[in-house]
């Protein structure tokens, strides 16, 4: 059973974590993806972009909401006899698919094959599509990395780096591409695959409940960010060099 303490903790680093998603520097920010290809060359910069992009009412209620489930699971979550729910014949073979579906090393070649293919194939729609989910994946992983080192929560199996679940937090970084992209029945699917993937790490014991919650809300929030259009609506505010110093640069 986990701790107060520790669920207070996770939740309020959860908020922390990603706490430019809650500066107020506009309601909604305006992305300069559009004036850059979609190359290896320029991806540190649009991932630069990303960041910037994160600040936005929407992602805090995101963020709020998540931290909020996860600490009220927190309270009384028990892994052991959601794993026993989960361990029964069809439910453990759904849930053991979404331990592959949530794996990394599945979702890092599959994304950088679909960027890599619209190259190929001269598809802008398929290399959009590769380049925003790799972005995506590449700074869900880094966030949800720092914060397992920052906890090392045990798992229920009694392993390391519990909080959040990376699985989740990867399998729903795609699904909310894919879901802010598309929406309809590809986001729907997507978003089931999600679940799955938080499914079958509960299944294994490989993480509490709020450790998924937390996985995926992280990864929903950057996966809707990394996928959202390449202009919003909205003004936006940087600061720009003009030869003497620095001036305040806004979209409209």
């Known amino acids: 059973m986990s701790s107060p303490r520790f669920c207070t903790t996770a939740a309020i680093t959860l ?3 990603m706490t430019p998603v809650l500066l107020p520097i506009s309601t909604c920010v305006a992305s300069e993806r559009g004036q850059e290809p979609n190359s290896v060359t320029h991806f540190p910069s649009a991932l630069w ?3 910037k992009a994160l600040p936005t009412t929407e992602n805090a209620w995101w963020l709020i909401g998540g931290a909020a489930a996860s600490f009220a699971v927190g309270e009384f979550e028990d892994p052991e006899g959601v794993a026993r729910f ?16 949530g794996d990394v090393r599945l979702q890092a070649p599959l ?9 190929l194939k001269g598809s802008e729609e398929m290399t959009d599509l590769g380049f925003d989910l790799s972005r995506s994946l590449l700074l869900t992983y880094g966030v949800v990395s720092a914060m397992k080192v920052t906890f090392n929560r045990t798992r229920p199996n009694g392993e390391n780096y519990s909080f959040p679940s990376g699985h989740t937090a990867t399998a729903f970084s795609t699904a909310g591409v894919v879901s802010r992209r598309y929406g309809g ?19 294994d014991r490989k993480h509490y409940a709020s450790d998924v919650i937390a996985g ?13 259009p390449v202009h919003t609506a909205g003004v936006s505010w940087h ?6 110093g620095l001036a305040v640069a806004g979209r409209f």
């Open 15 to 17: 908020v922390l974590a």
């Open 49 to 51: 972009q990303d960041v």
């Open 111 to 119: 994304v950088l094959a679909v960027w890599g293919l619209g190259g």
């Open 239 to 244: 600061l720009v060099p003009n030869g003497q």
């Open 216 to 228: 995926a809300t992280i990864g929903w929030i950057i996966g809707r960010n990394a996928g959202r």
């Open 185 to 203: 029945w590809a986001g729907g699917v997507v978003i089931g695959l999600g679940v799955v993937a938080g499914l079958g790490r509960l299944e």
């Open 86 to 101: 989960l361990n029964q014949p069809v439910i453990d073979e759904v849930a053991d698919s979404g331990n592959i579906w």
